[in-house]
Structure formats: C-alpha cells, structure tokens
C-alpha cells in the first residue's frame, strides 16, 4: 500500500514538472513585409537609429566602414573606419556617439558622428570561436546601460555600464543564433534578431522573449524598431538590402 502510494505520488510530482516546463508558452507570428531597397552597401550587418530622423547608421563588415543611409537604403555620409570586423552600431544621443563593435576583436569603438575615434573598450566575455563573437548592441537611456548579444558559442546578452564592464549576463536559448538587438524604449522592450532562424522575438530586459516573430530575412544582422512610426527596419549581410516591416500592435 505503501509503494503503491509512493509510485502514485511520484506519478502525480512528474506531471506536476511537466505542466511547469509547458506554462506560458510564447505566441509565433509572421510580420507583414512592406518595402525592400537595396543598399550599396556589401554586407550590413548593424543598423541604429541616427541624429536625423528616418535615417540610420549601419556598417558593414567587408569594408569595415560606417554609413548613414536614409529610409530608402541611400548613403548619405560614410564614415571611413577602415575596422577589422564590423558587425554592430547604436547612435547614443546624450553623448552624440556612435558605438561600433568589432566581433573578432572583442571590442567597442566609440566615434563622434564626423567620425574621429574618441575611446575603445575591451569587451572581457568568454571566447570559444573568433567569429561566435558580439553582433548586437543597443542603449537604453534610462538605466544607461549598453546590451551586447553574442552570436552563440555561448549564446548570451550581457549588460554593460557606459564604461564597458559587465553588470549582468542572461543566457539565450530561443534561436540558432543572434545577430542584433535594439531597445525600444516606450515599452521597455529589448528586441533581438536571429539571422539562422529567420526569427524576431520581442524580450524582457533579461532576453527571455514574450512573442516571436517570423521575418524569413536570410541574415538579418541589423534591427531599428520604431514604435512612433510603427515600423521595423532590417539589414540583411547576404543580399545587401533594407527590409521595412509593420511593428505588430
Ligand atoms: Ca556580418
Ligand atoms: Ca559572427
């Protein structure tokens, strides 16, 4: 009687974990697609929101230069850094500089907008592969605080002060990579791309997602998600262009 009990009450305690580990389950959605320009650009891979309204930097990691390009993918200014590895950028406007990462290098690369370098930064995260390295970064303004996501191997988003050391890390386990992450202010959101799984999600600020998004942009690597126009704008590195989506309500 006893066993039999015991056996029951197990039983009972395993389905009790399964329910936990289903709970909450997060929604999947296909975004609508509502322009697509080419750049003159070979390989994108950031994009960041500027000082001038609908325009945006990216970089690009053939060139390792930075550029200024309008809502329909013309350059307006290039700035010619001449970097290893470029493969992300966010404009920060209380301070008017422009954050570039070097993946390989493990680096941040601050620059005022005419581009002369005012300070770099050592990024000190665990390294297993030169390019599994930092492809994403963004600012939130309000805690001044810098979010870098590694690409994978591991795949995390680590938190940063304005000077660059680690304040937290959050593992991510939602995508088969991670290629670039924005921070949406009005509703304090992070957003984080997947260029492998093709895939938006919409985070907390710990990078768990609350709602996954389908884009099917082959390499995604760059993401501005504009909540006043209501927009999403993303670069793809493969086919060098600029994809405009509807932001979901
Ligand atoms: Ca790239
Ligand atoms: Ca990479």
């Not at 350059?75 to 001449?82: K, M, P, R, S, V």
């Not at 099917?216 to 690597?221: K, R």
């Given at each position: 009687m006893v066993r039999k009990t015991i056996i029951l009450l197990s039983g009972f305690l395993f389905l009790l974990s399964c329910v936990e580990v289903h709970k909450d389950p997060v929604e999947y959605e296909s975004l609508i697609l509502l322009q697509v320009f080419d750049l003159d650009i070979e390989g994108p891979s950031g994009l960041s929101k500027s000082y001038l309204p609908d325009h945006f930097y990216t970089v690009c990691d053939k060139t390792g230069n930075v550029y200024l390009i309008n809502n329909k993918g013309e350059?307006?200014?290039?700035?010619?850094?001449?970097?290893?590895?470029l493969e992300g950028v966010e404009f920060v406007e209380e301070n008017l500089s422009v954050y570039v990462v070097e993946e390989r290098l493990r680096m941040v690369i601050r620059l005022t907008p005419?581009?002369?370098?005012?300070d770099t930064f050592h990024l000190d995260i665990p390294v297993q592969?030169?390019?599994?390295?930092p492809e994403g970064i963004a600012y939130n303004p309000d805690k001044k605080h810098f979010y870098i996501v590694n690409?994978?191997?591991?795949a995390m988003l680590f938190v940063f002060d304005t000077l660059f050391q680690m304040i937290n890390e959050y593992p991510l386990n939602f995508a088969k990579d991670y290629s670039s992450v924005d921070y949406e202010p009005v509703n304090n959101h992070l957003w984080i791309l997947s260029e492998e799984s093709k895939l938006l999600a919409r985070c907390n600020l710990k990078g768990e997602p609350e709602k996954i998004y389908q884009t099917?942009?082959?390499?995604?690597?760059g993401l501005v998600v504009d909540v006043g126009n209501e927009l999403i704008y993303i670069v793809c590195d493969d086919t060098s262009r600029l994809f405009i989506f509807k932001l979901p309500d």
């Open positions: 350059i307006f200014q290039t700035i010619e850094l001449g970097g290893d590895d005419g581009g002369s370098v005012l592969n030169l390019n599994d390295g690409e994978k191997n591991p099917n942009v082959p390499d995604g690597e």
